[in-house]
């Protein structure tokens, strides 16, 4: 499938083509694309940030990271991009890893945050299901310069079925929901991850 580099920058874009054709095709499309486009290219999105080949690169590596939880659960790319992306070149990420260190939040064109920001902006705007929003980096490298996240807690995202507290008894032993919607668990053993995520949006009433 051949989808052009404003399109593949496009939330709306990515998520029909998750819901409807599945993850492969969208790995597919971003490899076709990533082929074709000269590394120059470049693209201003109205309202966000300025896109090109790199920003398709950590995309696919972002979607092949979750494509298993995503083949199961297309519905939730927006969270599982999100808080990839948001966490990969934010200034505030530094802090999370080695003091003076440089990763991608020192490269010349960090706009993987804001598109993050960008997308949900438009989500917001125009309502959505509930999601989980992590609180601290994800683990998994989206480029090969990336710093591997050190020893103690961190947090993983997961979605939200039903209710922000099901989804994690296969992995975790306890799970508390705070006030204002902040989940917090730690897993079944003191070396398991912690889990720290805010829950966006409203439950239903039946959950």
């Known amino acids: 499938m051949r989808l052009e580099l404003h399109s593949l920058a496009s939330l709306s874009t990515l998520e029909q083509l998750v819901s409807t054709q599945g993850v ?24 966000g940030p300025t896109v090109g080949p790199r920003t398709l690169r950590i995309l696919r590596n972002a979607l092949a990271l979750d494509a298993p939880f995503l083949r199961e659960h297309p519905e939730a790319l927006f969270q599982c ?34 598109l993050a920001q960008h997308w949900r ?25 990336d710093q591997a996240l050190g020893e103690g807690p961190y947090a993983l995202h997961r979605r939200l079925e039903p209710t922000p507290l099901v989804h994690f008894h296969d992995a975790m032993e306890q799970t508390v929901l705070l006030r204002e919607g902040l989940v917090v668990g730690r897993g079944r053993t003191e070396r398991d991850c912690l889990y720290v995520l805010k829950l966006r949006g409203q439950l239903s009433a039946e959950a």
Do not use: I, V, Y
């Open 24 to 47: 492969e095709a969208l790995l597919a499309a971003l490899d076709e694309a990533l082929a074709r486009l000269p590394p120059e290219s470049r693209l201003g999105l109205e309202g």
């Open 81 to 114: 991009l999100h808080n990839r992306l948001r966490w990969f070149d934010a200034p505030d990420t530094a802090s999370h890893f080695t003091p003076g260190g440089t990763g991608p939040w020192s490269h010349p064109e960090a706009h993987l945050f804001a």
């Open 121 to 145: 902006r438009q989500r917001e705007a125009h309502g959505g299901s509930p999601w989980l929003e992590s609180l601290l980096p994800l683990p998994g490298e989206l480029e090969s310069e």
